[in-house]
C-alpha cells in the first residue's frame, strides 16, 4: 500500500514499530528498568502532593542555587548511567578474549559512543556547571548571576539533550561511531540510521543550553561583584570559572558550526565531510578538536578552582602563589586554544606543523605545574585536616601528575604516532578526566554539600568512597597503559591476543572496586540525609572557611545576603572573622531594606518542552512536528517578553527575621572562639 | 557578614600600598544586559569564522562544477549590500528615537528598517533559487556546499532579525518605552548592526575575492 504509506511518512517519518529493539534484551529491559523508575518516581511524587512544591520551588526556579543543584542531580543520574556502560564494557573486553562476548557489534559500537557522550556532556559538563552555578555568586557576594531566567533555559536544555540521548535506548539506537562522530563513517552513506542524528541533535539543543550558561556565567564575574570585590581578590574558583566559561563562548559555538555542517551533510546532501565532489574529511578533525581541547580544559579548569579553595580551607592558609595561580589559569585559558593538532598527528600535516603543536601541548603542562606546585606549598606549613575534600584534593594531586605526564610523553609526536587510538591513550585520558575533573567534582560536591542543604556528608561513608574510588581507578587504568604498550587498539569488540587478556581481567576487577566506591557514594548520601539534625550546620561555616559563601547561612536565604558583602582584600570573609574577633563584635542593630529578587518561571521548562519535541522531531524527519515545535519556542519566549513583573520584593522585616537567626549562630560562634 | 562592614581598612592593605581603586559593586541592568549580549555576539562571529573556514578551504573544491566568478553577479550584490547598509542607518535612528521615546519615528526607523532587510532576503532567495534551478544547488559541489551555508547562515539570521524586529514594534506598542523593553531594543540594536558587519565579511571573502576568481 503505497498510498498509506505516504500518509504514514509524512505523518511519522522514519518512525515505526521497528525502532523499539525488540531483538535485543539488554537495552529493552535496561530502558524498561528506567521508564518503570522514572514513573515510579512519579507516581510517588503525585501521590505523596508534593508536584505544586517541585513545580513552584525548583523546576521554575530562578534561583542560581537551586538551578545548580539541579544540574548536579542531572550529572549525578547520568553518572551512574555512563558508569553502566563503562561496565558492560569491561566486562565484554574481560571475556571476549577469541571469542564475541556477550555484546554484538554493533550494540558495543554504540555502548562506547554513549559512554564517552554521556561523561563528557552530560557528566562532567553539567557537574561544573552546576558547581559554578551554586557557588560563583555567592563567592562574589551577590543575589544572583546576571540573566536568572536564561539560567533556567539553560539547564533545561541541557536536560533535553540528556533525555534525547536516553530516548535512542529504546527508540531507535544510537550512533556507534566514537563520541565525537568522525565522517565518512557519521555519514549518511556509512551510518544510514538515526544514531548519528540522536547524537547530534542532543549535542545541538544540550549545545545551546552551555552557551547559554557560558554567556550568563562571564557576565556574571565580570559585571556582577560586590563592593570592593577587585580582580585580584576574588577568590581563586571565581577565577577559573571565568577561564573555563570565556573558553565556552569561544569553543562551543566550533562544536555547533561542525554539528550543523555533519547534519548539513546527512540532512540536504551537502558535502562539507563527504569523500565525493570536494569534501574534505580532515576539515571536521580539525574543527571539532579546535572545539574538542578547549572543552577539556573547560571541564578541568573549575576543577582546578575547587581544588585551590579545597586546599587554602583545609590547610588553613592562604593560597600560595595566588597572583601565579591567576597568571597560570589565563595562560592555559589561551594556550588551550594552539594544541588541538595533536589529537591527529597522524594525520600528515608534516614534521613542521607537528613539531609546533607538539612544543605547544607542552608548554600548557608549565602553567599546570605552576599549580601542582602552588597547591604543595599552600599545604607546606599548614595545619592540614583531612576531611573528605582535602582527600579528594591530595589524591587528584598524585593522580593527575601521572596523566600529565604521560600527556607530555604523546605530546611528542614520534612517540604518538606509536600510541595513537591504542589503549595507552584511552588509559591517559582517564587518568586526566577521571583524577581531574571527576575528583574536582566529588572534592566540590562535598566540600559545598553543607552550604546547599544544611548539613554536612557524613565523613566515614565519604572516606570509604574516596579510598575504593582511588584504589579502583588505578587497578582499573594502570593494566590499560600497559595493553596500549603491548599494542592494543582501543574500541575492540573482541581480540585474539594472550598478552594482553590478563590485563583486560584486572582491569575489570578495578572496575567492581570503583563500582563499590559509587555505591559507598550513595550510601554516604543515604545515611547523611538520615543524619541529618546531628549534622545540621548551624554557623554557615562548616569548616572554617576563607570565602564569602561561608559568610552566610546554610543554606543561604533566596537573596544570600542581606547586605552586599564590602571586600576589603583577599579571602574577604576570614578577613571579617578576623577581626571580628579582634574587635569582640559589634552588637548594633543593622538596618534593614527591602530587597527585589526576580520572580520564578516556567520559561526554561515550557522551552525545553518545545526543544524535546523538536529534536526528536528532527531525528525521525516528522516536518510538522519540528514546525510546531519552533512555534512552541518562539511563542514561549514571546510570552516571558509580554509579562509585566519580572521581580517581587522581599520586605525589609522578613530579610531581618531571616538574618537575625543565622546571626546569632554566629555571634555564639565567634565569641566561643574569642574566649579561647 | 554585616557586623564586620566598617571595620578593618588599614589592616587590608598591610604595605600601604593604598592605589588599588575599590570594585564599586554591582554594574546597573542595562550595562549588564548589554555586556551579555555583546558576548553573545562575539560567540556567534565565532560561528560564522567556521563556515567562513569551511568556505576558504573548500572555495577550490568545485568538483568540476561552476567557480564562482561563473555564477556571481555583482549588480544584485551591491543592490544587497546598500539595502542592509542603508537598513543599519535606520536602525540606528530607530534606536535613538527609543531613547528620545518618540514612537512616530520608532516605528518609522524600524518599518523602513524592516522593508529593507525584506528586500535583501528577497534578492538573496532569489539568487539560491536561481542557482538551485540551474542545477548549481548545494550538494552540486564542496564550494556550493559552503557558499549555500556561509551565506544562508548569515541570510537565516536576517531572518531571525526581521521575526525580532516585528516583536520589537509589538512589544513597544503593547507596553511603551518600559525600561526592559529598551534593553532589548538595544540587543536588537547591537544585533542588527552586527549582521552588517558579518556581511561585509562574506561580501569580501565571497563575492569580491571569489567574484575575480
Given at each position: 500500500m503505497p498510498a498509506g504509506r505516504t500518509v504514514e511518512a509524512t505523518m511519522l517519518g522514519k518512525l515505526d514499530w521497528s525502532a523499539i529493539p525488540f531483538d535485543q534484551p539488554i537495552p529493552l529491559i535496561a530502558g524498561a528498568v528506567v521508564l518503570v523508575a522514572i514513573l515510579g518516581v512519579l507516581i510517588w511524587v503525585v501521590v505523596k502532593g508534593h508536584l505544586p512544591y517541585l513545580w513552584h520551588e525548583w523546576i521554575t526556579s530562578v534561583?542560581?542555587?537551586?538551578?545548580?543543584?539541579?544540574?548536579?542531580?542531572?550529572?549525578?543520574?547520568?553518572?551512574?548511567?555512563?558508569?553502566?556502560?563503562?561496565?558492560?564494557?569491561?566486562?565484554?573486553?574481560?571475556?571476549?578474549?577469541?571469542?564475541?562476548?556477550?555484546?554484538?557489534?554493533?550494540?558495543?559500537?554504540?555502548?562506547?559512543?554513549?559512554?564517552?557522550?554521556?561523561?563528557?556532556?552530560?557528566?562532567?559538563?553539567?557537574?561544573?556547571?552546576?558547581?559554578?552555578?551554586?557557588?560563583?555568586?555567592?563567592?562574589?557576594?551577590?543575589?544572583?548571576?546576571?540573566?536568572?531566567?536564561?539560567?533556567?533555559?539553560?539547564?533545561?536544555?541541557?536536560?533535553?539533550?540528556?533525555?534525547?540521548?536516553?530516548?535512542?535506548?529504546?527508540?531507535?539506537?544510537?550512533?556507534?561511531?566514537?563520541?565525537?562522530?568522525?565522517?565518512?563513517?557519521?555519514?549518511?552513506?556509512?551510518?544510514?540510521?538515526?544514531?548519528?542524528?540522536?547524537?547530534?541533535?542532543?549535542?545541538?539543543?544540550?549545545?545551546?543550553?552551555?552557551?547559554?550558561?557560558?554567556?550568563?556565567?562571564?557576565?556574571?564575574?565580570?559585571?556582577?561583584?560586590?563592593?570592593?570585590?577587585?580582580?585580584?581578590?576574588?577568590?581563586?574558583?571565581?577565577?577559573?570559572?571565568?577561564?573555563?566559561?570565556?573558553?565556552?563562548?569561544?569553543?562551543?559555538?566550533?562544536?555547533?558550526?561542525?554539528?550543523?555542517?555533519?547534519?548539513?551533510?546527512?540532512?540536504?546532501?551537502?558535502?562539507?565531510?563527504?569523500?565525493?565532489?570536494?569534501?574534505?574529511?580532515?576539515?571536521?578533525?580539525?574543527?571539532?578538536?579546535?572545539?574538542?581541547?578547549?572543552?577539556?580544559y573547560i571541564l578541568v579548569l573549575p576543577a582546578f578552582g575547587i581544588f585551590s579553595e579545597v586546599v587554602s580551607t583545609f590547610s588553613g592558609k592562604a593560597l600560595f602563589g595566588y597572583r601565579s595561580m591567576v597568571l597560570a589559569t589565563m595562560a592555559i585559558c589561551v594556550i588551550s586554544f594552539m594544541v588541538w593538532l595533536h589529537h591527529f598527528f597522524t594525520m600528515g600535516a608534516g614534521p613542521d606543523v607537528n613539531a609546533i603543536f607538539g612544543i605547544a601541548s607542552m608548554i600548557i603542562a608549565v602553567p599546570t605545574g605552576v599549580k601542582i606546585y602552588n597547591w604543595l606549598f599552600t599545604m607546606y606549613g599548614g595545619r592540614i585536616r583531612f576531611a573528605t575534600p582535602m582527600l579528594w584534593a591530595v589524591g587528584f594531586m598524585v593522580t593527575f601528575i601521572i596523566g600529565g605526564l604521560t600527556g607530555v610523553l604523546v605530546a611528542v609526536p614520534p612517540a604518538d604516532f606509536m600510541l595513537h587510538n591504542s589503549m595507552f591513550l584511552v588509559a591517559h585520558f582517564h587518568n586526566v578526566i577521571i583524577g581531574g575533573v571527576l575528583f574536582g567534582a566529588f572534592a566540590g560536591f562535598e566540600y559545598w554539600f553543607p552550604k546547599a542543604f544544611g548539613f554536612r556528608l557524613d565523613e566515614r561513608w565519604g572516606k570509604l568512597a574516596f579510598w575504593f574510588t582511588f584504589l579502583g581507578f588505578y587497578v582499573t587504568f594502570m593494566p590499560l597503559y600497559v595493553a596500549g604498550m603491548l599494542g592494543m587498539t582501543r574500541r575492540l569488540q573482541h581480540y585474539d591476543v594472550a598478552a594482553w587478556r590478563p590485563w583486560m581481567l584486572v582491569a575489570a576487577a578495578g572496575m567492581a572496586v570503583l563500582t563499590i566506591g559509587v555505591i559507598c557514594q550513595i550510601m554516604q548520601l543515604v545515611v547523611s540525609i538520615r543524619n541529618r539534625e546531628a549534622l545540621r550546620d548551624r554557623t554557615g561555616d562548616p569548616w572554617d572557611g576563607r570565602s564569602l559563601e561561608?559568610?552566610?547561612?546554610?543554606?543561604?536565604?533566596?537573596?544570600?545576603?542581606?547586605?552586599?558583602?564590602?571586600?576589603?582584600?583577599?579571602?574577604?570573609y576570614w578577613d571579617m572573622k578576623t577581626h571580628a574577633r579582634q574587635q569582640s563584635l559589634e552588637h548594633e542593630v543593622p538596618e534593614y531594606h527591602d530587597i527585589e529578587m526576580p520572580r520564578n518561571s516556567p520559561t526554561g521548562f515550557v522551552c525545553a518542552f518545545f526543544a524535546t519535541i523538536m529534536g526528536f522531531a528532527l531525528i525521525w524527519h516528522i516536518w510538522w512536528m519540528v514546525i510546531l515545535g519552533g512555534i512552541g519556542a518562539f511563542a514561549t519566549f514571546v510570552v516571558f517578553a509580554w509579562r509585566d513583573h519580572d521581580e517581587y520584593v522581599i520586605p525589609a522585616e522578613e530579610v531581618a527575621r531571616i538574618d537575625r537567626i543565622n546571626l546569632e549562630e554566629r555571634r555564639s560562634l565567634v565569641s566561643m572562639a574569642g574566649a579561647l | 557578614m554585616s557586623m564586620t562592614a566598617t571595620v578593618g581598612r588599614a589592616h587590608a592593605d598591610p604595605h600601604h600600598?593604598?592605589?588599588?581603586?575599590?570594585?564599586?559593586?554591582?554594574?546597573?541592568?542595562?550595562?549588564?544586559?548589554?555586556?551579555?549580549?555583546?558576548?553573545?555576539?562575539?560567540?556567534?562571529?565565532?560561528?560564522?569564522?567556521?563556515?567562513?573556514?569551511?568556505?576558504?578551504?573548500?572555495?577550490?573544491?568545485?568538483?568540476d562544477g561552476p567557480k564562482g566568478s561563473e555564477i556571481f553577479e555583482q549588480r544584485n550584490v551591491a543592490i544587497e549590500t546598500v539595502c542592509l547598509l542603508l537598513s543599519s542607518f535606520t536602525c540606528g535612528m530607530a534606536s535613538i528615537a527609543a531613547d528620545v521615546r518618540n514612537r512616530f519615528w520608532f516605528y518609522l526607523g524600524m518599518a523602513?528598517?524592516?522593508?529593507?532587510?525584506?528586500?535583501?532576503?528577497?534578492?538573496?532567495?532569489?539568487?539560491?533559487?536561481?542557482?538551485?534551478?540551474?542545477?548549481?544547488?548545494?550538494?552540486?559541489?564542496?564550494?556550493?556546499?559552503?557558499?549555500?551555508?556561509?551565506?544562508?547562515c548569515h541570510g537565516l539570521h536576517v531572518s531571525a532579525g526581521v521575526l525580532w524586529l516585528l516583536t520589537m514594534m509589538a512589544q513597544v506598542f503593547a507596553k511603551g518605552f518600559r525600561a526592559d523593553v529598551l534593553r532589548r531594543m538595544m540587543c536588537f540594536a547591537l544585533f542588527w548592526h552586527a549582521l552588517d558587519i558579518i556581511w561585509v565579511g562574506v561580501f569580501s571573502v565571497v563575492y569580491l575575492l571569489g567574484g575575480g576568481a
Open positions: 534561583d542560581h542555587k537551586r538551578i545548580g543543584v539541579m544540574y548536579i542531580l542531572l550529572a549525578s543520574v547520568m553518572l551512574l548511567r555512563g558508569g553502566s556502560d563503562a561496565i558492560m564494557m569491561r566486562i565484554q573486553q574481560a571475556v571476549a578474549y577469541q571469542s564475541q562476548g556477550y555484546l554484538p557489534p554493533e550494540h558495543y559500537n554504540q555502548i562506547f559512543s554513549a559512554h564517552g557522550t554521556i561523561m563528557i556532556f552530560f557528566v562532567a559538563m553539567p557537574f561544573v556547571i552546576g558547581l559554578m552555578n551554586l557557588v560563583v555568586p555567592l563567592q562574589l557576594g551577590v543575589r544572583d548571576v546576571a540573566f536568572p531566567t536564561l539560567n533556567s533555559v539553560g539547564f533545561w536544555l541541557t536536560a533535553t539533550g540528556a533525555l534525547l540521548v536516553n530516548l535512542s535506548l529504546v527508540i531507535g539506537e544510537f550512533a556507534r561511531t566514537g563520541w565525537l562522530a568522525f565522517p565518512p563513517l557519521s555519514g549518511l552513506s556509512y551510518s544510514p540510521g538515526v544514531g548519528v542524528d540522536y547524537y547530534a541533535w542532543s549535542l545541538q539543543i544540550s549545545g545551546v543550553g552551555t552557551l547559554v550558561a557560558g554567556i550568563n556565567l562571564v557576565t556574571t564575574v565580570l559585571k556582577l561583584r560586590t563592593r570592593g570585590m577587585n580582580y585580584l581578590r576574588m577568590p581563586m574558583f571565581c577565577w577559573t570559572t571565568l577561564a573555563s566559561n570565556l573558553l565556552i563562548v569561544a569553543a562551543f559555538p566550533i562544536l555547533t558550526a561542525t554539528l550543523a555542517m555533519l547534519l548539513l551533510d546527512r540532512y540536504l546532501g551537502f558535502h562539507f565531510f563527504t569523500n565525493e565532489a570536494g569534501g574534505n574529511v580532515m576539515m571536521f578533525m580539525n574543527l571539532i578538536w579546535a572545539w574538542g581541547h578547549p572543552e577539556v561561608w559568610a552566610t547561612s546554610s543554606p543561604p536565604p533566596v537573596f544570600n545576603f542581606a547586605f552586599s558583602p564590602d571586600v576589603r582584600g583577599e579571602d574577604a | 600600598i593604598g592605589l588599588v581603586v575599590e570594585h564599586p559593586g554591582p554594574a546597573s541592568k542595562r550595562i549588564v544586559t548589554a555586556y551579555g549580549f555583546w558576548v553573545f555576539l562575539l560567540s556567534d562571529i565565532v560561528m560564522f569564522s567556521c563556515f567562513f573556514a569551511a568556505y576558504a578551504v573548500l572555495s577550490g573544491q568545485t568538483a523602513v528598517t524592516c522593508v529593507l532587510g525584506l528586500i535583501f532576503l528577497a534578492i538573496e532567495f532569489r539568487e539560491f533559487a536561481d542557482l538551485v534551478a540551474r542545477g548549481y544547488g548545494p550538494s552540486r559541489s564542496a564550494f556550493l556546499t559552503s557558499f549555500f551555508s556561509l551565506v544562508g
